[in-house]
């Protein structure tokens, strides 16, 4: 070991004067100094993957393994005997002993072809994908709308971006605080403005429906500044002289718009989106500080609510946290491939 | 808003408009001018009539003189489309600024109101009662949450700026077989579902461990700030890492050659040279996950019982004024407005570092 070897010399002439821990210290110093640039890399690298392996690696394993387990509500050992799949059959056939189902669909012969046992909104896999589809294009919008002004030249533009990121800065739970003293009948006019249009009912926060809409109206609120800082940058990095070019050359505005921007800012836009789709998948501490979970189920309110409501159903839990894992995972795959294709095509 | 009035110079740019209509360009110098007619547009020219006419006298369009005022506004727009856009311009500015800031208007108008009347408050509060930001800190040891917060978010904060430095550095200067697909398991990681991590944590966090029972009493991690600094770190660390990333890799390679010669040592030599060379990006990187952290609800709200003494962060605090007989909506709305400061302040003074921050982390991911 030539590291070794090295280190003694160095003992050796550091001399006598030198205490145990310096003589350490200096054989570390030595060892780091001699490794390759990839072995170094790796040693650098060593703290940032303990802590993933042990946040996320080894949760998700475990997640896994206990999803494959029986629940046992009773006694000291929250799991029961090795069950295979059944979990997972349970939950996608909607028999899962959870309070609210992760879907329950069944096939029919009559023209929809689906028949949903219980109301939609009562199902967390399709609240939680309407929510984060809805949501993520709302924000788009917004938030190309919000770049656009950012973009401009104007007086006191530094104050009108601090005002339009302030609401992605705020605390989810103030945020969920904020709306829901708003639609609170008692207190916000909300509610009162909702029912004067004739679109919410008496008490919109224990209603599925409208307490959808509150969600999706405060997530929006929040986040829709993220898209814009995304898609300015975007902008920005768009070349001024085409816009001239295309103007001489008789452009229409929405042209400009259709053929210079959205295709400069695709690559930061799918980005955006891609980053925004992923956080509303996880809602969750918004649903709980609004309406709550019995009333809007997300994909993470099922997990929790199988692990702390009422009854233990630690293998069931384990099999949601698990299916969402994998939803997410197929969102991911899909983007990716929609992105590959962004890139390698005509800009 | 006061910013945004435009300068009172309706004559001078009067006097330019007519050559505006051909050097319209997105022109910092032009900004008065564009103000001025912007102003004009969206009440259809109708207050500002004067103005219109020498407009309209001085470039000679006499034909419009027998229109009425919105439709010399119409015939105007069509000409000179840049007019139309500065006034969509404005609707919009003033649109997203009433909306972002006026939840927090009314909730501030919520707090001041007494209890028991906060029914239909919109602009003004129902009387006026300050002392419910006292109030709060009487009914629950809300500054021991807040505390408590801010605990968290320094200790994940050192802790993810710390570990994502070496990994930043690794990723931004050296090369090494299995790199990108290294920095690709990292993004992914940040794209899970804490749900999908919580199950096995919390049993973890619940099991005790002999080795911390001198620091945690009963040898377990919950109830303790690391329940919530661990998950946290590991979180929100991918952004950190791409922020590192990126700013590492721009110091030029020389200087740290030349720290080398110098005798430092390969880890002096990111401690002394890399990151404050790069402490701009370390900030940012900074500031984003103090933020982060701050905001987090799931964790956060789980892994403790609740309790102040047990490290609540401060989100406990806001949802603990919801008793279970009586509803102190006061005390929320304060509470929420004194949990916003925080993050206010550090967007108000750190604000070029967030978009920097946010933008150059997400697009290099």
């Given at each position: 070991m030539a590291t070794d070897t090295d280190s003694d010399r160095d003992t050796l002439i550091g001399g006598d004067g030198e205490t145990e821990r310096d003589?350490?210290?200096?054989?570390?110093?030595?060892?780091?100094?001699?490794?390759?640039?990839?072995?170094?890399?790796?040693?650098?690298?060593?703290?940032?993957?303990?802590?993933?392996?042990?946040?996320?690696?080894?949760?998700?394993?475990?997640?896994?393994?206990?999803?494959?387990?029986?629940?046992?509500?009773?006694?000291?050992?929250?799991?029961?005997?090795?069950?295979?799949?059944?979990?997972?059959?349970?939950?996608?056939?909607?028999?899962?002993?959870?309070?609210?189902?992760?879907?329950?669909?069944?096939?029919?012969?009559?023209?929809?072809?689906?028949?949903?046992?219980?109301?939609?909104?009562?199902?967390?896999?399709?609240?939680?994908?309407?929510?984060?589809?809805?949501?993520?294009?709302?924000?788009?919008?917004?938030?190309?709308?919000?770049?656009?002004?950012?973009?401009?030249?104007?007086?006191?533009?530094?104050?009108?971006?601090?005002?339009?990121?302030?609401?992605?800065?705020?605390?989810?739970?103030?945020?969920?605080?904020?709306?829901?003293?708003?639609?609170?009948?008692?207190?916000?006019?909300?509610?009162?403005?909702?029912?004067?249009?004739?679109?919410?009912?008496?008490?919109?926060?224990?209603?599925?429906?409208?307490?959808?809409?509150?969600?999706?109206?405060?997530?929006?609120?929040?986040?829709?500044?993220?898209?814009?800082?995304?898609?300015?940058?975007?902008?920005?990095?768009?070349?001024?002289?085409?816009?001239?070019?295309?103007?001489?050359?008789?452009?229409?505005?929405?042209?400009?718009?259709?053929?210079?921007?959205?295709?400069?800012?695709?690559?930061?836009?799918?980005?955006?989106?891609?980053?925004?789709?992923?956080?509303?998948?996880?809602?969750?501490?918004?649903?709980?500080?609004?309406?709550?979970?019995?009333?809007?189920?997300?994909?993470?309110?099922?997990?929790?609510?199988?692990?702390?409501?009422?009854?233990?159903?630690?293998?069931?839990?384990?099999?949601?946290?698990?299916?969402?894992?994998?939803?997410?995972?197929?969102?991911?795959?899909?983007?990716?491939?929609?992105?590959?294709?962004?890139?390698?095509?005509?800009? | 808003m006061t910013n945004e009035t435009p300068p009172d110079d309706r004559h001078g740019a009067g006097e330019r408009t007519p050559s505006d209509g051909e050097t319209e360009t997105v022109d910092a110098d032009d900004v008065p001018a564009h103000w001025t007619r912007a102003r004009r547009m969206p009440d259809g020219g109708r207050t500002e009539d004067r103005g219109h006419d020498t407009l309209l006298g001085e470039s000679g369009d006499d034909a419009e003189l027998d229109r009425g005022p919105f439709e010399r506004w119409v015939a105007n727009a069509i000409k000179n489309p840049e007019r139309a856009y500065r006034a969509m311009f404005y609707t919009a500015t003033v649109f997203f600024l009433v909306t972002t800031l006026f939840p927090f208007y009314w909730l501030l108008m919520v707090a001041l109101t007494p209890e028991g009347q906060q029914q239909d408050i919109i602009l003004t509060p129902n009387g006026f009662n300050p002392s419910a930001f006292i109030e709060v800190f009487q009914v629950l040891p809300f500054h021991w949450y807040v505390f408590n917060s801010f605990v968290i978010a320094t200790a994940s904060t050192i802790v993810v700026l710390i570990i994502a430095s070496l990994a930043?550095?690794?990723?931004?200067?050296?090369?090494?077989?299995?790199?990108?697909?290294?920095?690709?398991?990292?993004?992914?990681?940040?794209?899970?579902?804490?749900?999908?991590?919580?199950?096995?944590?919390?049993?973890?966090?619940?099991?005790?461990?002999?080795?911390?029972?001198?620091?945690?009493?009963?040898?377990?991690?919950?109830?303790?700030?690391?329940?919530?600094?661990?998950?946290?770190?590991?979180?929100?660390?991918?952004?950190?890492?791409?922020?590192?990333?990126?700013?590492?890799?721009?110091?030029?390679?020389?200087?740290?050659?030349?720290?080398?010669v110098e005798g430092t040592t390969r880890l002096g030599a990111l401690f002394r040279v890399i990151i404050p060379l790069s402490a701009p990006g370390v900030a940012t990187a900074g500031v984003l996950t103090f933020i982060a952290v701050y905001n987090e609800f799931f964790f956060s709200f789980l892994m403790t019982d609740g309790q102040p003494e047990n490290w609540a962060p401060i989100l406990e605090g806001i949802l603990g004024y919801q008793g279970q007989y009586e509803v102190m909506y006061h005390l929320m709305a304060a509470s929420s407005i004194i949990g916003v400061i925080p993050v206010a302040i550090l967007v108000i003074v750190a604000q070029e570092k967030i978009v920097s921050g946010l933008t150059a982390g997400a697009l290099k991911e």
């Amino acid at each position: 070991m030539a590291t070794d070897t090295d280190s003694d010399r160095d003992t050796l002439i550091g001399g006598d004067g030198e205490t145990e821990r310096d003589r350490t210290g200096n054989a570390v110093v030595n060892w780091m100094e001699n490794l390759s640039e990839a072995a170094y890399a790796y040693l650098l690298l060593v703290p940032a993957f303990l802590l993933l392996a042990l946040i996320a690696f080894y949760p998700l394993v475990m997640t896994f393994v206990m999803s494959l387990r029986e629940d046992q509500t009773r006694g000291g050992e929250p799991l029961g005997a090795f069950t295979g799949i059944d979990n997972y059959v349970d939950i996608l056939t909607g028999n899962a002993r959870l309070a609210r189902q992760f879907m329950d669909v069944t096939l029919s012969t009559s023209f929809p072809f689906l028949e949903f046992g219980v109301p939609i909104l009562q199902q967390a896999l399709f609240v939680t994908l309407g929510f984060a589809v809805i949501s993520v294009f709302f924000e788009t919008v917004i938030g190309f709308g919000q770049a656009y002004v950012l973009d401009q030249e104007f007086r006191g533009r530094r104050w009108v971006r601090v005002a339009i990121i302030l609401p992605w800065a705020v605390p989810i739970v103030i945020q969920g605080m904020l709306f829901f003293l708003l639609f609170q009948p008692e207190v916000g006019f909300g509610s009162d403005v909702m029912q004067w249009l004739g679109l919410f009912g008496p008490n919109p926060l224990a209603d599925s429906q409208d307490s959808f809409v509150i969600i999706l109206v405060a997530d929006i609120w929040k986040s829709a500044a993220f898209m814009a800082l995304l898609i300015l940058a975007g902008l920005q990095s768009v070349d001024r002289s085409l816009y001239d070019v295309a103007r001489v050359a008789g452009a229409s505005p929405w042209q400009r718009f259709k053929r210079i921007t959205l295709p400069l800012v695709m690559p930061a836009l799918l980005v955006a989106m891609l980053f925004r789709t992923m956080d509303a998948m996880r809602v969750y501490g918004l649903i709980e500080s609004t309406a709550g979970c019995t009333t809007v189920p997300s994909l993470t309110c099922l997990v929790v609510e199988a692990m702390f409501g009422g009854t233990r159903i630690y293998g069931t839990a384990a099999a949601v946290a698990f299916m969402t894992a994998l939803v997410i995972g197929l969102i991911i795959s899909v983007y990716v491939f929609f992105f590959r294709d962004t890139e390698g095509g005509p800009y | 808003m006061t910013n945004e009035t435009p300068p009172d110079d309706r004559h001078g740019a009067g006097e330019r408009t007519p050559s505006d209509g051909e050097t319209e360009t997105v022109d910092a110098d032009d900004v008065p001018a564009h103000w001025t007619r912007a102003r004009r547009m969206p009440d259809g020219g109708r207050t500002e009539d004067r103005g219109h006419d020498t407009l309209l006298g001085e470039s000679g369009d006499d034909a419009e003189l027998d229109r009425g005022p919105f439709e010399r506004w119409v015939a105007n727009a069509i000409k000179n489309p840049e007019r139309a856009y500065r006034a969509m311009f404005y609707t919009a500015t003033v649109f997203f600024l009433v909306t972002t800031l006026f939840p927090f208007y009314w909730l501030l108008m919520v707090a001041l109101t007494p209890e028991g009347q906060q029914q239909d408050i919109i602009l003004t509060p129902n009387g006026f009662n300050p002392s419910a930001f006292i109030e709060v800190f009487q009914v629950l040891p809300f500054h021991w949450y807040v505390f408590n917060s801010f605990v968290i978010a320094t200790a994940s904060t050192i802790v993810v700026l710390i570990i994502a430095s070496l990994a930043g550095y690794a990723f931004g200067r050296l090369e090494f077989p299995g790199k990108v697909p290294m920095m690709m398991l990292v993004l992914v990681i940040s794209f899970f579902p804490p749900a999908a991590f919580f199950i096995p944590l919390n049993d973890l966090f619940n099991t005790s461990f002999f080795a911390l029972e001198p620091i945690t009493g009963d040898g377990t991690l919950y109830n303790t700030p690391g329940a919530m600094v661990l998950p946290l770190s590991a979180i929100f660390m991918p952004l950190a890492i791409f922020i590192l990333t990126t700013f590492y890799s721009q110091i030029p390679e020389g200087l740290e050659d030349a720290a080398r010669v110098e005798g430092t040592t390969r880890l002096g030599a990111l401690f002394r040279v890399i990151i404050p060379l790069s402490a701009p990006g370390v900030a940012t990187a900074g500031v984003l996950t103090f933020i982060a952290v701050y905001n987090e609800f799931f964790f956060s709200f789980l892994m403790t019982d609740g309790q102040p003494e047990n490290w609540a962060p401060i989100l406990e605090g806001i949802l603990g004024y919801q008793g279970q007989y009586e509803v102190m909506y006061h005390l929320m709305a304060a509470s929420s407005i004194i949990g916003v400061i925080p993050v206010a302040i550090l967007v108000i003074v750190a604000q070029e570092k967030i978009v920097s921050g946010l933008t150059a982390g997400a697009l290099k991911e």
